[in-house]
């Protein structure tokens, strides 16, 4: 009689592709989305840089207070 063959299924194997394509493509909306993974990413760079700068103009501030104390 025949023998059963195991193994995938061409059916299997197209459902898991096309199963893999949708998740790329959600992958890849969430990432390049207007507020996506990428977009929120360059935002806190440029948030972190501006408080670096605030925080850098802050201690000269208080650097020259205190020289200035010390003077008198």
């Known amino acids: 009689m025949f023998k059963k063959q195991n193994g995938i299924t ?10 893999l394509i949708i998740l790329a ?27 670096q700068s605030d925080e850098a103009d802050t201690l000269e501030k208080v650097n020259e207070y205190l020289h200035n104390d010390a003077n008198f």
């Not at 061409?10 to 199963?19: Q, R, S």
């Not at 992958?27 to 207007?34: K, R």
């Open 25 to 51: 493509g959600v992958t890849l909306m969430i990432a390049l989305d207007n507020d996506g993974i990428i977009s929120k990413t360059q935002e806190g760079a440029n948030e972190y840089n501006t408080a």
């Open 10 to 19: 061409l059916v299997a194997l197209v459902v898991t592709i096309i199963v």
